[in-house]
């Protein structure tokens, strides 16, 4: 099988084109840059295979097309391309939504709630009892806003396109900060029994973790943690590959 890139053609079989479009797909860069990129490789092949090597040793040197790839963007200075785990804190939002609205907007459309009782007659004539509706009173959903300050913090981690991430951190830290706000009041209330109760702040140590998991507020704790201490390591792992060049 014939394939022209560039200026060159080269004499591949399906495998190695398969090998070849996979690195071409996973190269983040202009047209004209991933042509050059695939010539010079497609050149580096053939002077392989002249050399004796066959194909399935040539790929295996060269690894796999992920990495392949990933050399040449390193190379060009091109981010990461990002890690589909990150969506998993995108469908946590919306399951926070469903489960948050979705009783919510059911009561709203098929609920009936009494308000208000008249009855309308007289000793001689027919009597008419009429019922109004109002509103139902339930949980707001700002008691859940934590959770999704929390999902949104966990997306746009930097870590997720580069694990040696040194900036980027902003975003994350200041939805998760935001979302850690209600733990005042508990950290207050905690405070205040301690110094009453000396013997029941270890009763409410349960309570206010609970209530944190409920609204959202651990979440947003443990992304703001991982965020300042992965931050952390890679700012130290940065400055000791300094001072080792």
Not at 139 to 154: E, M, Q, R, Y
Not at 156 to 182: D, E, Q, V, Y
Request: charged share 20%; net charge positive.
């Amino acid at each position: 099988m014939k394939w022209k890139i560039g200026n060159k053609t080269v004499d591949i079989l399906p495998p190695v084109k398969r090998y070849m479009n996979a690195i071409e797909r996973r190269l983040r860069a202009d047209r004209a840059t991933r042509a050059r990129i695939m010539t010079e490789l497609a050149g580096d092949f053939e002077s392989r295979r002249e050399a004796g090597q066959s194909d399935d040793q040539i790929m295996a040197e060269l690894g796999t097309p992920d990495e392949v790839a990933a050399q040449f963007n390193a190379a060009l200075g091109a981010p990461g391309r990002p890690s589909r785990w990150r969506w998993a804190f995108v469908a946590l939002a919306v399951l926070v939504l469903a489960v948050v609205l979705g009783p919510d907007l059911v009561n709203r459309l098929t609920a009936t709630h009494a308000a208000s009782l008249g009855i309308i007659g007289g000793a001689d004539g027919p009597t008419a009892i009429y019922v109004t509706a109002g509103p139902a009173a339930g949980i707001s959903p700002l008691v859940f806003l934590p959770w999704l300050l929390g999902c949104a913090a966990g997306f746009w981690l930097p870590t997720w396109r580069n694990p040696h991430a040194c900036k980027g951190f902003a975003p994350s830290l200041l939805l998760s900060g935001l979302g850690l706000l209600p733990l005042l009041p508990l950290a207050v209330l905690l405070t205040a029994s301690c110094m009453h109760h000396s013997g029941d702040w270890v009763s409410m140590v349960p309570i206010i973790l609970g209530l944190s998991a409920y609204c959202g507020t651990l979440l947003c704790a443990v992304v703001f943690c991982r965020a300042l201490w992965v931050r952390h390591r890679n700012r130290k792992a940065a400055g000791q590959d300094a001072e080792k060049k």
